[in-house]
């Protein structure tokens, strides 16, 4: 069982930038691919990056690709998302989720993650 905490979320006008984090519980963290996801208001739950269990492969959404950065640090069971130039076509809630895999290459499909963090409101302003 893994737990994730998602923080970091909050207003930004755009062009700004957040950090989001996600603390996971539990000492498997480094058998772990993270990912992160949106879910805009009547939209449908969207990749936005993968990354793999050691941190050297990671994937985009084609929307974010430039502009955002997935990271982890698994002595601290936390994973990332830098987010710069930040439009108000980002607002949305951001989950993080959490898949067993020591694959070189991260999931990045909705369904292939197991756990999930509750998520955080990210609210880009014009």
């Known amino acids: 069982q893994v737990l994730l905490v998602e923080s970091g979320g909050g207003l930004v006008q755009a062009g700004g930038s957040l950090r989001l984090s996600c603390a996971a519980s539990g000492r498997t963290f480094n058998s772990h691919a993270m990912g992160w996801f949106r879910q805009a208001p009547g939209k449908e739950r969207e990749f936005v990056a993968g990354i793999n269990w050691n941190g050297r492969t990671t994937y985009y959404g084609d929307s974010v690709k430039g502009r955002f950065a997935i990271s982890r640090d698994n002595a601290k069971n936390t994973a990332y998302l830098q987010m710069n130039s930040l439009t108000p076509e980002d607002t949305a809630v951001y989950y993080c989720?959490?898949?067993?895999?020591?694959?070189?290459?991260?999931?990045?499909?909705?369904?292939?993650?197991?756990?999930w963090g509750q998520g955080t409101q990210v609210t880009v302003s014009s």
């Open positions: 989720a959490a898949r067993y895999s020591v694959s070189n290459y991260p999931p990045r499909g909705l369904k292939e993650y197991n756990y």
